[in-house]
């Protein structure tokens, strides 16, 4: 029975772990050459954008609220380093990008907190006007880059290894020792795990929330301008899809939605179960449409997984 209950608590813990490790393992028996070296880079480089941006949602669903505009930022962002270059040159437009995206988010944590409006909502809608600004700031056209520097930013390499991946990198150690050992971090748990208790015991809620959200916004803006960067392009359609693939990721890496819960460790093995799955199913020629299914198919699986070992938790059969 104690070994049971052991088995069972390891298996909680790294449950995201062993589906990353059975994916892995199922697609390179299909195609081994899935772990070639060079694919196994692609997987972390295509990662890395949605990382970057999950980083910041696993902070702000954390503490209880999470940010559908982070797409339309991320559009946003992009068109704006690159179309501001032929007046400021290279430096300030990736600076008045991420500004932007701070202030979106800090506009999305306003109306959350002061407006007492809901977060899907709020973000629902901030996210339908800055997705019409982008549409607006090129006749819904695509930017071209101009300066060949800028592109070095995110298709540039240290070896075999991409910028992107070293820039998502760099933020997980920033994130992890923010979420672990910071008053900020601590913060996001107690306010996502009982708003009013955290109230009680001090805390300034509604300023905590507010740079939460501006947290996100930050992460968006930053991947908006790493992506215009590979691509060598500011694009207002890019960021379409990217909102329910990062809190899938998120979801996927244990976070709850509810608040309260989460880790960043989780947070990294669920965008790269996807980014594996992405490019494994790219690999297998799986047809686009397809590749919806699976990913909402595997999503709903890991959180009947999921929503199974919280039931276990209340009932004390686990602890993990």
């Known amino acids: 029975m ?11 813990e790294n449950k995201i772990l062993i589906v990353l490790i059975l994916i892995v393992i199922i697609i390179t028996i299909i195609d081994g050459r899935f772990i070639r070296p060079t694919n196994l880079v692609n997987v972390l480089l295509h990662a890395s954008i949605n990382g970057i941006m999950a980083l910041g949602m696993t902070t702000l669903i954390i503490s209880g609220n999470f940010d559908l505009s982070i797409g339309s930022t991320l559009s946003v962002a992009g068109m704006i380093a690159i179309i501001l270059q032929p007046e400021f040159g290279l430096v300030i437009p990736m600076i008045i ?4 995206g701070c202030l979106i988010g800090l506009i999305n944590g306003v109306i959350v907190t002061y407006g007492k409006v809901n977060a899907f909502i709020a973000t629902l809608a ?40 070293l820039y998502f990198i760099g933020l997980v150690i920033i994130f992890w020792l923010f979420m672990g050992h910071t008053t900020f971090g601590r913060n996001a748990y107690a306010i996502g795990g009982n708003e009013l208790s955290a109230k009680l015991s001090g805390i300034n809620v509604n300023l905590y929330k507010i740079m939460y959200f501006v947290l996100s916004g930050f992460c968006a803006a930053l991947a908006g301008v790493v992506l215009a960067s590979r691509l060598n392009t500011g694009s207002p359609v890019f960021g379409d899809p990217t909102p329910l693939i990062v809190i899938s990721a998120v979801v996927l890496g244990g976070t709850v939605l509810s608040g309260g819960i989460g880790t960043i460790k989780g947070t990294i093995f669920g965008v790269l179960v996807l980014g594996v799955i992405n490019t494994g199913m790219d690999l297998l020629n799986v047809q686009s449409y397809y590749q919806f299914v699976v990913r909402g198919s595997i999503l709903v699986i890991v959180i009947l997984v999921e929503a199974y070992y919280v039931r276990m938790k209340e009932l004390g059969r686990i602890t993990g």
């Open 2 to 12: 104690i070994m049971k209950r052991k088995i069972q608590n390891l298996i909680a």
């Open 97 to 100: 990008a991420i500004i932007a």
């Open 126 to 165: 901030t996210m339908i006007i800055i997705k019409g600004l982008a549409l607006s700031m090129n006749h819904e056209a695509p930017v071209p880059n101009t300066i060949p520097a800028f592109n070095e930013i995110g298709s540039g390499k240290i070896g075999i290894i991409p910028y992107p991946v």
